[in-house]
């Protein structure tokens, strides 16, 4: 797979709000190959957070209320982005969304990123019954430690599209037309 770069990104979020990003994470692919895997927290507006939102990733304000806001933390993706400027996410629908409603939010001009769906694909490739990040993990045997959070979430689908790829038989990501998408 040599040839192949992109950062799979996966965001977390406090609220139901798309610009309440709780925690990123990204992953590095380079050749083909996972290079890197990082995330950080971030402390959304306010530091409020809903019952709900805690209870799928386990993040609490007294988690973030030191952490940083999310201006700072885009301005260290964006230099991963600057690198290699392709994004993949399993449901790029809610992680672009938070993309973008934050970069609104906070003011930030929206670079030009072209981005491609894990979800999307294994919708077209698969023909499973459930498509969630951990099930086709666990299909595939794709390991994992802890899902709904941001970095490990980052590199399950990493891994994953990696594995569409192959599965799709294209020779790069740019001919996966069908599941990508402009920020």
């Not at 894990?118 to 390991?143: G, H, T, V, W």
Request: proline share 4%; hydrophobic share 35%.
């Amino acid at each position: 797979m040599q040839g192949i770069n992109f950062i799979a990104i996966d965001f977390e979020t406090a609220t139901r709000k798309r610009a309440s990003i709780c925690e990123a994470g990204i992953c590095v692919v380079r050749n083909g190959k996972v290079a890197e895997t990082r995330s950080w927290l971030i402390r959304p507006e306010g530091n409020y957070y809903s019952y709900w939102n805690m209870q799928i990733h386990g993040i609490r304000p007294s988690d973030t209320e030191n952490a940083p806001e999310f201006p700072e933390i885009w301005t260290k993706i964006t230099e991963y982005l600057g690198e290699c400027p392709v994004l993949v996410a399993h449901n790029a629908i809610f992680d672009i969304g938070c993309i973008r409603h934050s970069l609104q939010f906070y003011h930030i001009k929206k670079p030009d990123i072209t981005y491609y769906c894990s979800l999307r694909a294994a919708r077209k490739l698969y023909n499973f019954d459930c498509n969630k990040l951990d099930y086709l993990c666990d299909q595939f045997e794709i390991p994992y430690r802890l899902h709904h959070r941001a970095g490990d979430d980052a590199e399950m689908c990493a891994r994953l599209f990696l594995r569409e790829i192959r599965d799709a038989a294209k020779c790069d990501h740019e001919n996966m037309d069908f599941c990508n998408g402009k920020l």
